[in-house]
């Protein structure tokens, strides 16, 4: 039996800041891209989704460090930047806010700079904690994404009705090794697809973004940035070098065009070496990443870690979870163990997925 979680189970910063989301078409029909049945081509629609995703990604506190824009689909890896939000000022809250919908008659007098007595600065306030909030949530964030194209689709086409299938899906990424995993499944999407033959051609993608910035030698502000190899100070940013991991997207995206299972290059992509990935298991990866894994993604430490803080969750609730640690109920505990002991068998790269049924 197939058991919806709430999302507020699946996404946690307690978890992690990094998550993989999926929106697929209804009946996953090509409503952005070309019809066969009547010959029509809905290709611009992939440039208006890559357009509203950058938008959204200047208003909410939420970095996107990888998408890719499909026909029928489209991913995005967003990292979830609490710090960020909770710098903002009450004027930056409701700015942003406003950007998005209407507000409040008490947002829209402070907006416009009319003074507010005590009483109403507070009832704003209040408000403004939870825009705050809903700022930082994945849940919105997808949601003003996937609800504004489905309009303009919608209206272009004169109609009314389902655009998505539903909602969207979503994978915690738990560790380097996840992260760079599903980065690079996302970037090279359109190479998988035969849409494309290099990174650099895969249109409505973040790698060619990337690419495109650091050919014209400037600073890309719309994505969230690759830093280097984890240090102290560490900047905020991805933990990987460009270089390194423009090398190993493009390695990658040459073994899927060759398609060659045996034909695996010995010069591998220095990333590779230092997270100690497999090179076979790599291309797997690549492959494979979103249908083998479900709702978490990472090393088996990583996971057991938050399988723990999940079941702590259900037992203790949100507010005690901080005060006391609590062991895994003996029946969750051997679920997991099997299920570990079943899938680490036919694994040996260093990811793990969690399968919904533990």
């Not at 504004?148 to 009314?160: F, K, L, P």
């Not at 890309?220 to 270089?243: A, I, T, Y």
């Amino acid at each position: 039996m197939h058991i919806v979680r709430p999302r507020k189970s699946l996404i946690s910063l307690e978890v992690t800041p990094y998550y993989h989301c999926v929106s697929r078409c209804v009946h996953r029909a090509f409503l952005c891209g070309r019809d066969e049945r009547t010959g029509r081509c809905f290709e611009h629609r992939r440039q208006w989704i890559e357009d509203r995703l950058l938008e959204l990604a200047e208003i909410f506190a939420l970095d996107i460090c990888a998408y890719a824009v499909m026909s029928n689909h489209h991913h995005v890896v967003l990292h979830i930047n609490a710090a960020q939000a909770e710098a903002w000022t009450l004027r930056e809250v409701v700015d942003r806010w406003h950007q998005l919908c209407k507000g409040s008659p008490l947002s829209q007098r402070y907006a416009h700079n009319e003074t507010l007595n005590a009483a109403e600065l507070a009832q704003l306030e209040e408000v403004a904690t939870q825009w705050r909030t809903r700022l930082m949530d994945i849940s919105w964030f997808m949601r003003m994404l996937n609800e504004s194209i489905a309009r303009q689709a919608n209206r272009e086409d004169g109609c009314t009705g389902r655009f998505w299938e539903g909602r969207f899906k979503s994978q915690a990424l738990l560790d380097e090794r996840a992260l760079v995993a599903c980065m690079a499944y996302v970037d090279l999407n359109p190479i998988r697809a035969k849409m494309a033959d290099t990174p650099e051609t895969s249109d409505h993608t973040s790698v060619k973004r990337r690419i495109s910035a650091a050919q014209d030698g400037k600073q890309l502000q719309q994505l969230f940035p690759l830093v280097g190899n984890p240090r102290e100070p560490m900047p905020v940013g991805l933990p990987f070098q460009f270089q390194d991991y423009l090398e190993l997207v493009d390695w990658s995206g040459r073994c899927l065009r060759e398609d060659k299972r045996g034909a695996i290059d010995e010069q591998l992509p220095p990333i590779l070496e230092r997270l100690q990935i497999d090179p076979r298991y790599w291309l797997y990866l690549n492959r494979n990443f979103e249908s083998r894994f479900k709702s978490l993604v990472g090393a088996a430490h990583s996971v057991r870690s938050a399988f723990c803080l999940r079941t702590a969750r259900k037992t203790l609730g949100p507010r005690n979870l901080r005060l006391r640690a609590l062991p895994i109920p003996a029946h969750h505990f051997l679920k997991f163990c099997l299920f570990l002991k079943n899938t680490i068998a036919g694994f040996s790269g260093g990811l793990l997925c969690h399968n919904k049924t533990v």
